[in-house]
């Protein structure tokens, strides 16, 4: 036991002179448990609908009048027509539209079922349903109370009338509610956040290990061109990744891409630009390549599956985590491939994404430069 007890002590004092493993061991619990605490939140908020009013009459008012005065419905403004709802769910306005006809009013006077229809955004399967559940029983709910209207109006039990009125569901892009659907395009950003920033946490801080730094600062070559020589054969690679992890998911789940391949790839390049520079990051500020892997996977793995959207509605969660979640590159992809992949959508509503992920990467790389040195 005394050989045991000295072993333990050596290896005590060397967890005590690596206060960052450390910190981080101690630090993670308290993190993760904030976190997905204040992040996991299946609950709507807010449930946005547009509603397209065909039929013009005080029962149609009535009706959007009645869903806007129930928590969590907000009323985002009137459509021309049903066909417009496409172009609304593109840019994130609503997540429903509700959709009268024409006669509406004239089927409820007559004591006959008016149609009413619904139509879904399905590209966030999980929300999807929850909105799909909320919408269909509060439009129901006014349906039964018109129902009891007219039977004390008319003398009868209410028993004897139809329901007043009907609700049709449409789901658009993913009209199954599939959850392999959603959660596709927000794997693979997992993936390549993944890949890409675990794979340059540790270039530069390697050379330092392995005593090969010296060559590269004994070099002419500027710093600026060495981190942007080191992350070159990375990008490459990430390239691969996204034409595997796209190819992947249409062949084998089925998920096929709706928009634009070539603004997927590029886009997704971009994202394993920015995704790399916080690696490299990393690999500046590290001593080690464990600490650098390890800062790296609980500053964008962990934060990437919470905050970005991956499984979440970042609505939900509380406005300082969706400050934080706008730092993460993944954030602004997962949104980027949802889209063009379910939706088709192109370069328009997705464009401000793409600068971020650019502005991200500026910023990354900058920090890494000014951490840098060639010194020894």
């Known amino acids: 036991m005394r050989r045991t007890r000295a072993i333990a002590r050596k290896e005590w004092i060397h967890i005590l002179?690596?206060?960052?493993?450390?910190?981080?061991?101690?630090?993670?619990?308290?993190?993760?448990?904030?976190?997905?605490?204040?992040?996991?939140?299946?609950?709507?908020?807010?449930?946005?609908?547009?509603?397209?009013?065909?039929?013009?009459?005080?029962?149609?008012?009535?009706?959007?009048?009645?869903l806007s005065g129930v928590r969590p419905f907000v009323f985002k403004g009137t459509l021309a027509n049903a066909a417009e709802a496409d172009s609304v769910f593109q840019r994130g306005i609503a997540r429903v539209v509700v959709v009268v006809p024409a006669g509406f009013e004239r089927l409820l006077d007559s004591g006959r079922p008016s149609p009413v229809q619904v139509l879904v955004d399905g590209s966030e399967g999980t929300i999807a349903t929850i909105a799909q559940t909320y919408t269909v029983g509060a439009i129901s709910t006014l349906g039964r109370t018109l129902t009891k209207a007219q039977a004390q109006g008319r003398g009868i039990s209410k028993r004897l009338l139809e329901p007043a009125i009907d609700v049709r569901v449409r789901v658009l892009y993913n009209p199954d509610l599939l959850s392999r659907m959603?959660?596709?395009?927000?794997?693979?950003?997992?993936?390549?956040?993944?890949?890409?920033?675990?794979?340059?946490?540790?270039?530069?801080?390697?050379?330092?290990?392995?005593?090969?730094?010296?060559?590269?600062?004994?070099?002419?070559?500027?710093?600026?061109?060495?981190?942007?020589?080191?992350?070159?054969?990375?990008?490459?690679?990430?390239?691969?990744?996204?034409?595997?992890?796209?190819?992947?998911?249409?062949?084998?789940?089925?998920?096929?891409?709706?928009?634009?391949?070539l603004l997927l790839f590029a886009l997704s390049l971009v994202y394993v630009l920015a995704s790399s520079a916080i690696g490299l990051f990393f690999s500046c500020v590290a001593r080690s390549q464990q600490t650098a892997m390890m800062m790296a996977f609980v500053a964008t793995v962990i934060p990437t599956m919470i905050l970005s959207g991956f499984a979440f509605p970042v609505r939900n969660i509380p406005l300082v985590l969706q400050g934080l979640s706008q730092m993460l590159p993944a954030t602004h992809y997962i949104a980027i491939a949802r889209g063009i992949i379910l939706k088709g959508?192109?370069?328009?509503?997705?464009?401000?994404?793409?600068?971020?992920?650019?502005?991200?990467?500026?910023?990354?790389?900058?920090?890494?430069l000014r951490k840098f040195s060639k010194t020894l």
């Open 345 to 368: 959508i192109g370069l328009g509503p997705i464009w401000w994404h793409g600068l971020a992920l650019a502005l991200l990467t500026v910023f990354w790389m900058r920090l890494a």
């Open 17 to 66: 002179r690596d206060k960052r493993s450390l910190a981080a061991v101690l630090t993670l619990p308290v993190v993760l448990v904030l976190l997905y605490g204040y992040a996991v939140n299946f609950d709507l908020n807010a449930l946005s609908f547009a509603l397209v009013d065909d039929d013009h009459s005080a029962a149609s008012r009535h009706l959007a009048e009645n």
């Open 182 to 261: 959603f959660l596709v395009p927000g794997l693979i950003g997992i993936i390549l956040m993944m890949l890409a920033a675990l794979l340059t946490s540790g270039i530069i801080v390697r050379e330092r290990e392995s005593g090969t730094f010296e060559l590269l600062a004994a070099s002419p070559i500027g710093p600026m061109e060495l981190l942007v020589g080191k992350m070159l054969p990375y990008l490459i690679i990430g390239a691969a990744d996204v034409v595997v992890a796209v190819g992947m998911g249409w062949a084998v789940f089925g998920v096929e891409p709706k928009g634009s391949l």
